[in-house]
């Protein structure tokens, strides 16, 4: 479980990190032409700030295993609240169901992945 834990904290850090810098570096990629506006591209440069910070903590957590708890619970509730926006935009038919079934993704690893102390106390035991 441990080399899965890794591997959801390494590729989810690193596509986190990158398209925070892209978001950063080229705001304009992530919008249509029509919806780019100076306001639009300050919030998308937001976003990919959050990204890195983001991206930087997943991977944190992956070379840092043993004291990834509370980091670890803080990426649980901010992929929670991701997928939840999602969920709540599809529920008003703002989006397509593909996007809160994506955007759910991270939070079930993160959620299956989760240093609960029962868990570990079992691990340590066997």
Request: charged share 15%.
């Amino acid at each position: 479980m441990r080399r899965f834990t890794v591997v959801v904290y390494a590729v989810f850090g690193t596509l986190a990190l990158l398209l925070g810098v892209l978001a950063l570096v080229a705001p304009a990629r992530a919008l249509p032409p029509e919806m780019y506006s100076p306001l639009a591209a300050h919030l998308l440069r937001e976003q990919g700030a959050e990204g890195v910070f983001i991206g930087l903590m997943a991977l944190w957590c992956a070379t840092h295993y043993e004291q990834r708890r509370p980091v670890h619970n803080a990426l649980l509730v901010f992929t929670l609240l991701f997928a939840a926006i999602h969920w709540a935009e599809y529920l008003q038919d703002r989006r397509s169901l593909l996007s809160p079934l994506v955007n759910s993704v991270p939070f079930l690893l993160f959620a299956a992945t989760a240093p609960f102390a029962s868990r570990e106390r079992a691990a340590a035991n066997a």
